[in-house]
């Protein structure tokens, strides 16, 4: 599973002619990516608010995602027009308006990325070192790294190199290192 970052809810304070070349980007994107990936198996989601988006660009969102609904390789989650407050603020509604009792499970559940497991590793290109608002809830228990490269330039041997350091990396949620040397005691089923 793959989660990318591809515009922001922030991004709309950008000047206008970025704005509209970026979304210039997707389209063009869209109409050539989504056959090859698709050929490939890939499944892609476009995760974000769409209601501020023209009625062509949200058209294409949908071709996208209907194209390669039943697809199984690869899952592909486009963030576009999205923000974790977004995400965390329409889970919150979604179960008000449901009557449900907000809960870490029910938030959990009503997230936008819900049909994913939480991220392992959140690799954050460009020499910034925070996450920009990307996957707030979901991140809480990911790996961070931090790349210089721009993401243009983060190719094959980058992602090797943060794999590699994540390999490297003791995940304890919340247990200590000598918990982990330990195994569990329980029942054996054979």
């Known amino acids: 599973m793959l989660t990318v970052f ?3 809810s ?3 304070n950008r000047p206008q002619e970025e704005v509209s070349g970026l979304m210039e980007i997707l389209a063009m994107a869209l109409g050539r990516e989504v056959p ?3 050929k490939d198996g890939v499944c892609i989601h476009i995760i974000g608010d769409r209601s501020g988006l023209t009625e062509k660009m949200r058209a294409g969102l949908v ?3 209907e194209t390669t609904a039943r697809n199984t390789g690869l899952v592909l989650n486009v963030c576009f027009n999205y923000g974790g407050r ?3 603020a329409q889970a919150a509604a979604r179960l008000v308006a449901q009557g449900v009792a907000i809960t870490e499970v029910s938030l959990d559940r009503a997230m936008a990325l819900a049909h994913v497991p939480d991220p392992d590793l959140l690799i954050r290109t460009g020499g910034e070192r925070r996450i920009s608002n990307f996957l707030l809830w979901q991140a809480a228990y ?3 790294y931090f790349s210089e490269r721009l993401w243009p330039d983060f190719d094959e041997v980058a992602l090797d190199e943060a794999i590699a350091d994540f390999g490297q990396r003791e995940r304890r949620f919340g247990q200590t290192s000598d918990q982990l ?7 054996i089923a054979a």
């Open 6 to 8: 591809a515009f922001s």
């Open 10 to 12: 922030e991004n709309w």
């Open 36 to 38: 090859q990936l698709h």
């Open 63 to 65: 071709q996208a995602e």
């Open 86 to 88: 977004w995400d965390i």
């Open 142 to 144: 990911s790996e961070l």
């Open 181 to 187: 040397a330990t195994p569990p005691v329980g029942k």
